[in-house]
């Protein structure tokens, strides 16, 4: 009986003890102490119980309670001003050490480990590539299941995820040229140019998607048309006897079968699909979506720059200015579908994902590029704007209590949240705030690791309908060689010369390789129209109220930065909350 005696005061001594600290510090999340049986508290879910019992409503600002239907109130903050005391005192300050597994698990990311990623990505490339060059060129695109090519559905013209891309052109071709020059493949990058030279044509009978064409094919044939003719040479040699600006005559012969596009709409913004031999079809819808119609600017700015034709950047620009002049006058934000004649809002979705991604990051690339100082007026106006109304959870990322923080999806008149779900486009945006942390070398090497187990098949890799069943699609789009592979080899190619170059450079939303280059900030031709009404020029005062929800984490000072890009007790959390742990 005495050892049962001593088992009960072990257990009453370690309530009592967990009681105190509780109610000392606050501690919610499982208090375990060394015993193999937890004790949980929850000052959230006791504090919404008592919330019910009393009839009141919660003030707080969490995206996880919009989820549960419960009303969003715009000036609510999530944990209100964490006080630096409240701060050392906190709960999370008990999940610290580097006893954490998160901090033994992405730390560090070893040498020998990122040259097998580095190969492994290559190889990957490879896979795809010469199935391509085998079994489908000169057709758009590779079916990697049947070892087939595939080009525009002809007999189907409805069919749109198909024919706004594929455009009888060899896309993949083209969309692959500069990922062989950052792969070092200078042979293979030169006999690909000569092939498109010989064998591309845009005088085809094809109705495309504008924002697609642009992005695709008059992105990469300019970009390798630069990188061909760079007198700095940062891949080496890459240039070869003949070349006689064949790619850059082809960029420009694509883009004025674009032209038709901006034509015959009375607010400047284009039609969304262009029959290259015959211009706007007559069936033409008159709705498209922001990112489709905004972000034409860097691929045609850059092409005017070139050739000292304004036509090419003053019609792009003009439709950025057109869709900005249209933004709420209440929160700042823009819509995500807009009729290009009436200039009215059909979608009024404000988010940063599908049908507006791209559109805010070439506000930021076009002022990089050319330093128009209006681009960086509106870049930094819809930024303080997305802070303010799109951005939930707690205040700063890496401090305080409350919700993971998390960009939503807002009505752009009043702000109020419409949904909180995430899409895969909104991955552009971080790449606008950048890190150098091994963490993301760990997210890359699990990301090459599926893609090899899941979507690897016979001749290529497939797309994947769905990331729970597996289930596949018989299509390996051109994004997948132009953009992921290189992206996933330069992630661990840390030689490259992307990297080691005294040249700086920017990705195009496809991935295609641009340098920062002064002669792109020469304009051979005088301003066509200067700032218009609903343009934000340089010295316009903003009268909006200060953002309720700015975030603190986009400036973190050196000596702060840890070895994760959350403390692991916020990564354990982010995993609970989505169910990994």
């Known amino acids: 009986m005495q050892w049962r005696s001593i088992v009960v005061g072990l257990v009453v001594l370690r309530l009592s003890l967990s009681c105190v600290l509780w109610l000392a510090f606050g501690l919610g999340p499982n208090v375990s102490w060394g015993f193999n049986f937890p004790l949980t508290f929850s000052l959230h879910k006791l504090d919404l119980l008592f919330r019910d019992e009393k009839g009141t409503h919660s003030r707080d600002n969490s995206w996880s309670q919009r989820i549960h239907g419960q009303r969003y109130e715009e000036t609510a903050s999530t944990c209100g001003k964490v006080g630096e005391e409240s701060l050392k005192r906190s709960y999370l300050s008990f999940f610290e050490g580097n006893r954490d597994e998160y901090v033994r698990r992405y730390s560090s990311f070893p040498d020998t480990l990122k040259a097998k990623m580095k190969d492994m990505a290559k190889e990957m490339f490879y896979f795809g ?18 070892c087939e090519g595939r080009g525009p559905d002809v007999l189907n013209p409805s069919n749109i995820n198909i024919n706004d891309v594929l455009g009888n052109y060899s896309l993949t071709l083209i969309d692959t040229l500069d990922t062989l020059l950052v792969l070092g493949n200078v042979t293979e990058f030169q006999r690909a140019v000569k092939l498109v030279i010989d064998n591309v044509s845009f005088d085809k009978d094809s109705t495309v998607q504008v924002f697609e064409a642009n992005i695709r094919i008059l992105g990469s044939l300019i970009s390798s048309h630069i990188l061909l003719t760079d007198p700095k040479h940062p891949f080496g040699e890459v240039g070869y006897e003949g070349y006689d600006n064949e790619l850059l005559h082809l960029a420009h012969d694509l883009a004025v079968r674009l032209l038709p596009a901006f034509e015959n709409t009375s607010t400047g913004i284009p039609y969304p699909r262009v029959n290259l031999k015959t211009g706007v079809p007559p069936d033409s819808i008159n709705e498209t979506c922001t990112a489709g119609a905004g972000s034409l600017l860097v691929e045609f700015g850059i092409l005017s720059r070139l050739i000292g034709d304004s036509t090419f950047e003053w019609v792009a620009r003009r439709a950025v200015r057109a869709l900005w002049s249209l933004r709420s006058n209440e929160t700042g934000l823009l819509g995500n579908v807009i009729n290009i004649q009436t200039g009215q809002w059909v979608g009024k979705q404000s988010g940063l994902g599908a049908g507006m991604d791209s559109f805010y990051e070439y506000l930021l690339k076009s002022y990089i590029l050319f330093g128009e100082k209006e681009d960086h007026g509106m870049f930094q106006a819809a930024y303080e704007s997305i802070q303010n109304h799109m951005r939930r959870g707690r205040e700063s990322c ?7 923080p998390l960009y939503v999806n807002v009505n752009m008149a009043s702000g109020e949240i419409m949904n909180t779900w995430i899409d895969s486009l909104q991955a552009f945006f971080p790449g606008l705030q950048a890190t150098k942390n091994p963490f993301y070398l760990h997210v890359g090497m699990d990301i090459l690791q599926s893609l090899e187990k899941n979507a690897k098949v016979r001749c290529g890799y497939a797309t994947l309908h769905h990331v729970v069943d597996k289930s596949k699609e018989d299509r390996m789009e051109s994004f997948f060689l132009s953009e992921t592979c290189k992206y996933l080899y330069l992630l661990f190619d840390e030689d490259n010369p992307l990297h080691k170059s005294d040249n700086k450079y920017i990705f195009t939303t496809e991935g295609h390789v641009v340098p920062i280059d002064k002669r792109f900030r020469e304009k051979q031709w005088r301003d066509m129209f200067p700032c218009e009404d609903g343009v934000l020029k340089e010295s316009e005062p903003n009268h909006r109220p200060p953002p309720s929800n700015i975030s603190n984490c986009n400036r973190i000072p050196e000596e ?22």
């Open 129 to 146: 590539y010469d199935n391509y060059m085998k079994y489908a060129f000169p057709e758009d695109e590779l079916n990697p299941i049947d």
């Open 398 to 404: 890496n401090e305080g209590e409350g919700d993971p």
């Open 560 to 581: 702060r930065r840890y070895a994760l890009p959350l403390k692991s007790v916020y990564m354990r959390q982010i995993d609970h909350m989505v169910g990994l742990f």
